[in-house]
């Protein structure tokens, strides 16, 4: 069993920034995919940024350039590092991990950007 927990969400203005953490805890295996997917209310889950144990990494096309993804493999922690951030990121962020087949998620923490 696997449990995600997120913090750093909050509400922010635009032009801002905020830095949201995922701590894994469990049966974790070294080599897994840990990121960040966000829902927006009407609006389909979508990926924001992914990073492999390797450190490969994906982001998608609307936050390139002002987000960055990190782990730290010793602790089962990502961050996604969130600037310039915009209404439109307005959003529930998610933790996601995927290993040998399987995907868990985090509760969510809110992002809200907004004047």
């Known amino acids: 069993q696997v449990q995600l927990v997120e913090s750093g969400g909050g509400l922010v203005q635009p032009g801002g920034s905020l830095r949201l953490s995922c701590a894994a805890s469990?049966?974790?295996?070294?080599?897994?995919?840990m990121g960040w997917y966000r829902q927006a209310p009407g609006k389909r889950r979508e990926l924001v940024a992914d990073?492999?144990?390797?450190?490969?990494?994906n982001y998608a096309d609307s936050v390139k350039g002002r987000f960055a993804i990190s782990r730290d493999n010793a602790k089962n922690t990502v961050y996604l590092q969130m600037d310039s951030l915009k209404p439109d990121d307005t959003a529930g962020y998610y933790c996601w991990l995927t290993q040998n087949g399987l995907e868990y998620w985090g509760q969510g923490t809110q992002v809200t950007v907004s004047s």
């Open positions: 990073m492999a144990s390797g450190g490969n990494t």
């Open positions: 469990g049966s974790i295996h070294s080599i897994n995919v």
